[in-house]
């Protein structure tokens, strides 16, 4: 399994921005995908976006479409995760994940088998 660093979490005003990142210790090979989830406190982890790392395919939930966008850099070996327009419910534990291209288009947690430690982001109105 490859190992997930995730970074650039932090606290922001309602209506700001924050860009996270993932770095995989390993190069991804490209039957490979990436994820971003998020878990607030007593609450489901939450499938928020993915990417293929050899085309760039993405899909998005319908809670973040149009606010958030997902990104990889090859040569850095680096997944990201953009959010705009941030309001107070986007406050949670982000996690980033990996798993093989058949997770492309799951939303299920189970779906991806390696995960990075989790950053903290909080949003105050």
């Known amino acids: 399994q490859v190992q997930l660093v995730g970074s650039g979490g932090g606290l922001a005003q309602a209506g700001g921005s924050l860009t996270l990142s993932c770095a995989a210790s390993?190069?991804?090979?490209?039957?490979?995908?990436m994820a971003w989830f998020r878990q607030a406190p007593g609450k489901e982890r939450e499938f928020l976006a993915s990417?293929?790392?050899?085309?760039?395919?993405?899909y998005y939930a319908d809670s973040v479409k149009g606010r958030f966008t997902i990104s990889r850099d090859n040569a850095k070996i680096t997944a990201y995760l953009q959010m705009t327009s941030l309001i107070p419910e986007d406050t949670a534990v982000y996690y980033c994940?990996?798993?093989?291209?058949?997770?492309?288009?799951?939303?299920?947690?189970?779906?991806?088998?390696?995960w990075g430690q989790g950053t903290q982001v909080t949003v105050s109105s």
């Open positions: 994940a990996a798993g093989t291209l058949r997770a492309y288009g799951s939303t299920r947690a189970d779906d991806f088998n390696s």
């Open positions: 390993e190069r991804i090979v490209d039957n490979r995908v």
């Open positions: 990417i293929t790392w050899s085309g760039g395919s993405t």
